[in-house]
Nanobody
Framework: QVQLVESGGGLVQAGGSLRLSCAAS????????MGWFRRSPGKEREFVAG????????DYADSVKGRFTISRDNAKNTVNLEMNSLKPEDTAVYYC?????????????????WGQGTQVTVSS
């Protein structure tokens, strides 16, 4: 069992930055690929970024490439999402998720564990 708790959300002006963190319980964190997803009002949950177990590979949605950076610290059981140059369309609830598979899954289905989410609001 893995429990995930997101933090770092908040209200920021367009062009600003936020850093989201996801803390995982358990001693098997390094056995999971990790993903960040988001859900905007009226939209389906969508993939934002992912990182493999050792952190060697990352993947991003086209909408956030060059602006967001995902990283992980397996010693601290955390995965982070650094968000820069934020836009109003980045407003959403952001979730982290853990996946036992080796690669990065961009679909929402198949992830084993999800956090409760943290709200990010970008004002124009």
């Amino acid at each position: 069992q893995v429990q995930l708790v997101e933090s770092g959300g908040g209200l920021v002006q367009a062009g600003g930055s936020l850093r989201l963190s996801c803390a995982a319980s358990g001693r098997t964190f390094s056995s999971y690929s990790m993903g960040w997803f988001r859900r905007s009002p009226g939209k389906e949950r969508e993939f934002v970024a992912g990182i493999t177990r050792g952190g060697g590979l990352t993947d991003y949605a086209d909408s956030v490439k060059g602006r967001f950076t995902i990283s992980r610290d397996n010693a601290k059981n955390t995965v982070n999402l650094e968000m820069n140059s934020l836009k109003p369309e980045d407003t959403a609830v952001y979730y982290c998720a853990a996946d036992r598979t080796f690669g990065i899954r961009t679909a929402t289905t198949g992830y084993d564990y999800w956090g409760q989410g943290t709200q990010v609001t970008v004002s124009s």
